[in-house]
């Protein structure tokens, strides 16, 4: 059973995590990167239970329920007391408001009386840099502000302030909404703005999953996935974050605490074609124009692995010493090493994050010639680095290699490349990209295969397993069913296979062997059995891993294998991506049942 029972809210600009007795446990201001004024996930620089955390308890506390308001990101949780129960809907405002879309750097929490006589308490204890600044307090008629070095937050509501200051236990007779957001005066009553705000933003998801190409079955996992991914986007500039939280370890006390709220390349692609398997090809428009940026700004071709949301490039590394860390499971980290690294599938990711947006005709404004060549930047890089030494795609830190995935990507840019030259009637330029395609698979064909294995390892002339290498069925680089895939999936599984979930790779890393699974990779599995013609193992496996998500659907990025409990940072794209694309692979078709 997952211990990381959180819940997602957000709105594309903010977004929180509540855990099941409707504890804000994680929110970061100004963005989703920015400082967690809640941290209590990481823990608190004090002893005090409520620091860190915006808490709504029930007097006699007895038991919580907690799902989703269907086909939106809008939470309701269930507490249960002695004296009665209480219902709590929790969302980040996010509607079509003058054309424009409207997303707040706010929260929302209405209260209402559901049965007996409930007691409430309301305790709202943020912090400032990580904890170590307790903000200064004012507050008038119907506010709180929290005054912090860098920005305000203002809570308006309808409950009485004086038993809010003084986490005072008292009796819920009608309901009360809380309004967390900037430090601005609110035009109209708590109670009317929370309401139109609640009705708004509900009408707003329920329309954008009425607009999803779903497959027939798994279609609620399949939902909450893809609303979970397009709360990891940042719509101001087109971005999308890996996971929205920092230094929840891979595995317990290794060490391995990352920093994840940035915008890496690779899992942002992935992120992208989910999405766009659905048909919600907005999130592509807006990341495509936030990757060009990428390429244009890029210095002498060079592509970081990983940004900040806003472009940053510096995403300097630092021990966060005034939180002990999700569990006492330290450290805390803030920014991240791995914008330094050289990783060189980046230039594959690069082009296949752009690629639909050239071949797509829905789209707006669809990119021609002059992007494609700003594009081919990338794809020279490919070309001159896809035998070259790196980082690799799980961001060694201290080992580099000549890595099969970032060859096997950088392959995939030139492919690409070729297609899109070919569909804008660049006949020069599709012999130029589809020739290198030719020569990078044919020396990855030879060097990342290895006898002894019967399998491709992970670098060239190598003799360990990945499971990235699976990847060669998933961007259409050799035959599912070619026997050399074959054979691969099949040594691979029987190496890192620990039942249904997957191990990332054979050899020990910077930190010593992995005990915990990586769950893309697992999905991996599912997709390159499905691929290969073994669809009722594929379905098995799925399920199993289906039922490894938290209770509201979403994942982490790893599974301990024995415990099935969850670690890594929480929701991870990556994960959600997984679920997306096996449903896609696996369900029955509609024609098949209707």
Known sequence: MSSLNLGLIGNCNVAALIDREATIV???????????????????ASARADDGAFQITVDGHTGSDQAYVENTAILRTVLHGEGGSVEIFDFAPRYESRGRAYRPQALIRQIRPLAGSPRIRISIRPGFDYGSQKPAMTYGSNHIRYVGPNFTMRLTTDAPLDYILNSTSFNLHEPVSLVLGPDETLTDSVHTFARSEYEQTERYWRGWSHRLAIPFEWQDAVIRAAITLKLCTYEPT???VAAMTTSIPEAPDTQRNWDYRYCWIRDAYFVVRALNSLSAVRTME?????????????????????????????????????????????????????????????????????????????????????????????????????DKPDAGMWELRFSAKIHTTSSLMCWAACDRLARIAEQLGLRDRYEFWQTHADDIKAVILKRAWSPQRQAFVESFEGKMLDAGVLLMAEVGFINPRDPRFVSTLDVVEKTLGRGPYMMRYEAPDDFGPPDTAFNICAFWRVT???????????????????????????????????????????????????????????????DEVI
């Open 26 to 44: 994680w929110y970061c201001l100004p963005r989703i990167d920015g400082d967690p004024v809640f941290h209590q996930l990481l823990g608190a």
């Open 286 to 386: 807006n990341y495509f124009r936030w990757l060009m940026n990428v390429v244009a700004t890029a210095d002498g071709g060079h592509i970081q692995p990983v940004y900040g949301v806003g472009l940053e490039r510096t995403l300097s590394e630092r021990i966060v010493t005034s939180l002990p860390g999700y569990r006492g499971m330290g450290p805390v980290r803030a920014g991240n090493q791995a914008y330094e690294h050289f990783q060189h599938d980046s230039y594959g990711n690069v082009v296949l994050g752009a690629a639909q947006a050239f071949l797509d005709r829905r789209l707006l404004s669809r990119p021609g010639v002059v992007d494609f060549a700003l594009l081919e930047r990338a794809g020279l890089q490919a070309v001159r680095l896809f």
């Open 238 to 240: 087109g971005a999308i």
């Open 528 to 590: 390159a059995l499905a691929r290969s013609g073994r669809k009722e193992e594929a379905r098995e496996i799925f399920n199993a891993l289906l039922a490894s998500r938290n209770h509201l659907g979403l994942m982490s990025e790893d599974t301990k294998p024995d415990t099935g409990e969850a670690f890594g940072n929480f929701p991870q794209t990556y994960s959600m991506v997984g679920i997306i694309n096996a449903a896609q692979l696996l369900s029955l078709s509609w």
